[in-house]
């Protein structure tokens, strides 16, 4: 029986960092590189790719390593004098791409266009030219890879939406262009120092908000788990920060406890001939800042910090493992998970059970066997490296990859780029909860999910015709909550429609898109009909004959009120956005007009008597908007926006414009109707009335110890940053934890955020939130 100590991957969620021998280590890029990697001579660059090729042959003998090497000249030809922001050749970027792949053990397409990934972008090369010289395999998957330059997008939100889809479209039919990419964004997460402040908080919160979960939902534990720290030191520093300092105060004693309880659970493997090894871990740090966020605890209440791995040969003996732990050990009530019979989404197995050492130190045991593993730090790739070139796909292949074919087809439909966006994120990184069907299938459905989220998971038939729900045999209502272990029922009817109110709780991607994609079916279907009927109306007025009202003579005239078809043209006069009058005259000149009569121009699509006008909210000059008449203007009380957030606004029946933050969850429940939205901007701080600026009254909590002292160190940390405190409103527990709510004064979200990471600094605090609502 061979055992290993190693640092392990979070216990809580199947991600990890690189196992290593002894002492865990810090994440990889904690200082700028060593100034002899900037004076790199083209003969170690080579040197390195020798390397690299002893590598690709030590994983697959057989691998035609030709084509790579092809791929690595084309590469250093095409990159010749191009410099990295650290100072370094252009070249080692690829070529450390690259390294990952070999790391992943992928084969010799996947390095070669790994090695080429940036050609088309960065260099004159062409697609064209890739697929001649290295053929149409490695051309398809660099074109996924490479990001969409030659379209002009309204902001960076709408580029970054639409070369993530791309990715994804090209991932269908290759999975490796996803491979590639998540390399490419190790390898500058790994560098990012060398960057602008702004540049690296850009760029890492995109690698937080998609890679990072694309990486997890690929079930790559390893490359999410240095993702996430790499981007959490960007994102928030200080939170970063702290956590560094708690973790190495409780470093030394966490591993001499984890020592001890390797040494006596190895002897206990051996007692019991079972073959395993024995793995530990110290928590990672973003792990832990997750999880004391989630749970508005303090680092001290983090009770898997510490956690072991056994690894066996086979699953009995992961069962047999299981219930040794437990008789060495307490077990705590309700830590006991078993993904071995339920695995997750991404396929992760493994069994969870939370123990008490001695002292009352509890910490996390997993066991799983080799392949469990291989599959938890690897994911996809770890399948993938060892298909061979001309293997078939098999039944296995195809469930693997379902959940990115299911994604791509729901998001072909999503046409608003932030919706897109907000919705891959929920698919990327769901809370799951495992229920079946009467029949025993498993249905996922995320974290507060309801029969409607289960009804659509089943077929979005089902889903469109529910009208009631049974949960463990009793009838429910549809808004129910669901849990692991129900049993549920769909009950349907046909002809049933889906209800506009199930957008306020449904909570999986999937159902909302296609309710969202029926009702804006709908709207547009009986804004057709209106149209039609206004347009039949008005020719009955005027004696036009119906037959000029022919949906061929309709297309004829549609584009010149910027639509492609005679039922979009219809659609905008049921919507009133033109005059069923001015349709008409177009339709049949000079059998319109009566003598005498007065008919204003219509002004056509793009056409504005002011391009941007300026309105007042509330005394202050602070937002415009696009549009022709005066219209009241306000801030959504449900998300409070402030200068300096994306904002979007919608146009509310009877009340004027509201402008929401693009993150505020009712913005999604409102994407469907889009004839409602409306351009709208944060006026320039020059065109502000002068001695006005703008202050706007944000609600924030600061979660902290209850001590003396600490409420007169908060309030000092926000009057020192000149703003004005509104209210305050304090809550205390038996725990000594308290709750501080302010109602503060800010300017725009830079002051904001500056005031957040002061509170955060007090000693004692243990997150600061905002709260959106006043």
């Known amino acids: 029986m061979a055992t290993v100590r190693q640092t392990i991957p979070d216990a809580s969620a199947p991600a990890a960092e690189t196992a290593v021998q002894g002492t865990p280590a810090p994440a990889r890029p904690e200082s700028k590189p060593p100034k002899s990697r900037r004076n790199l001579t083209q003969a170690d660059i080579d040197q390195r790719f020798e390397s690299l090729l002893r590598q690709v042959l030590a994983n697959r003998p057989n691998e035609d390593v030709c084509l790579i090497r092809k791929a690595w000249e084309f590469c250093v030809q095409h990159h010749a004098g191009q410099m990295r922001a650290s100072g370094e050749p252009y070249i080692i970027h690829p070529l450390e791409v690259a390294e990952v792949l070999v790391e992943m053990k992928l084969d010799a397409t996947a390095i070669a266009a790994g090695l080429l990934h940036d050609a088309v972008e960065d260099t004159p090369a062409t697609s064209d030219e890739i697929a001649v010289n290295f053929g149409d395999q490695v051309a398809h998957i660099v074109e996924g890879v490479t990001k969409i330059d030659k379209i002009q997008f309204a902001n960076r ?51 937080m908000d998609i890679y990072a979960p694309l990486a997890h939902r690929l079930g790559m534990g390893k490359v999410r788990g240095e993702l996430e720290d790499l981007a959490f030191r960007y994102t928030d520093p200080v939170s970063y920060e702290k956590m560094s300092q708690a973790v190495e105060a409780r470093r030394v004693e966490g591993e001499q406890f984890l020592r001890t309880v390797e040494d006596i659970l190895n002897e206990q ?7 395993a090894r024995v793995e530990w871990r110290i928590k990672r740090l973003y792990s832990i800042f997750q999880k004391i966020q989630r749970q508005r605890s303090s680092f001290d209440q983090v009770y898997d910090f510490l956690a072991i791995r056994v690894i066996t040969q086979d699953v009995g003996a992961c069962y047999a493992v299981f219930g040794l732990i437990h008789s060495i050990w307490r077990p705590v009530p309700g830590r006991i998970k078993d993904f071995i019979a339920i695995p997750r ?42 298909k061979a070139k001309g293997d078939p796909v098999t039944a296995r292949d195809e469930e693997r ?19 897109f966006l907000s919705s891959l994120k929920m698919d990327l990184y ?26 659509y998971t089943i077929h979005t038939e089902v889903g469109h015709t529910c009208v009631g729900a049974k949960v463990n045999g009793r009838m429910v209502p549809l808004r129910t909550k669901l849990r692991t272990g129900d049993i549920v029922e769909i009950v349907t009817q046909k002809d049933h429609k889906p209800s506009r109110d199930w957008l306020t709780f449904v909570k999986s991607p999937r159902a909302r898109n296609k309710i969202k994609h029926w009702l804006n079916e709908d709207q547009r279907r009986r804004a057709v009909d209106i149209g039609r009927k206004l347009l039949e109306k008005e020719a009955r007025r005027y004696k036009v004959p119906m037959a000029q009202l022919s949906d061929q003579d309709l297309g004829r005239i549609a584009n010149e009120y910027g639509v492609a ?10 919507q009133g956005k033109h005059s069923a009058h001015q349709v008409l005259n177009k339709l049949a000149p000079g059998m319109v007009h009566q003598p005498g009569e007065d008919v204003a121009a219509e002004p056509q699509p793009g056409e504005m008597s002011e391009a941007v006008r300026k309105l007042h909210l509330t005394g202050s000059d602070s937002l415009q908007v696009e549009g022709q008449n005066d219209l009241l203007v306000y801030r959504a009380r449900c998300c409070n926006p402030i200068r300096g957030e994306e904002i979007v606004g919608y146009v509310t029946r009877g009340k004027g414009v509201a402008v929401h933050a693009r993150s505020c969850p009712n913005v999604q429940n409102l994407l469907y109707e889009s004839d409602r939205r409306i351009a709208v901007e944060w006026s320039r701080v020059g065109d502000e009335t002068p001695g006005r600026r703008q202050r706007y009254p944000v609600k924030i909590t600061v979660f902290c110890d209850d001590r003396a002292g600490m409420l007169k160190e908060l309030t000092a940390v926000i009057s020192d940053d000149d703003t004005n405190i509104r209210g305050v409103d304090t809550k205390h527990d038996k725990n ?23 509170l955060r600094r007090v000693p004692g605090v243990r997150s600061v939130q905002r709260t959106q609502k006043i």
């Open 157 to 207: 939100e709408d580029r970054q939406a639409e070369n993530v889809r791309k990715m994804l479209l090209a991932m269908v039919t290759d999975i490796r262009v996803v491979l590639i990419k998540l390399a490419d964004r190790l390898h500058n997460m790994r560098t990012l120092e060398h960057l602008k402040p702004d540049r690296q908080e850009a760029i890492a919160r995109e690698t």
């Open 430 to 455: 769901p809370d799951e909860v495992y229920t079946f069907t009467p029949k025993g299938k498993v249905v996922v459905v995320p974290a507060d999910g309801t029969p409607v989220d289960f009804a």
């Open 269 to 275: 493997l051996r007692e019991n001939n079972i073959d």
């Open 345 to 386: 989404a991404n396929r992760y197995q493994s069994l969870h059970t939370t123990v008490i050492g001695e002292g009352g130190h509890q910490f996390e045991v997993q066991i799983r066997t080799e392949e469990m593993h291989r599959i938890a730090e690897e994911g996809i790739a770890a399948h993938w490296k060892y």
């Open 565 to 574: 078809t005679a039922a979009d043209l219809l659609a905008t006069l049921g």
């Open 736 to 758: 000594g934890e308290a709750a501080v709510e302010f109602v503060v004064e800010a300017e725009d979200l830079r002051h904001l955020n500056k005031m957040v990471l002061g």
């Open 401 to 419: 990859l379902a959940w990115i074919r299911q994604l791509v087809e729901w998001q072909k439909e999503m046409t608003d780029p932030n919706e």
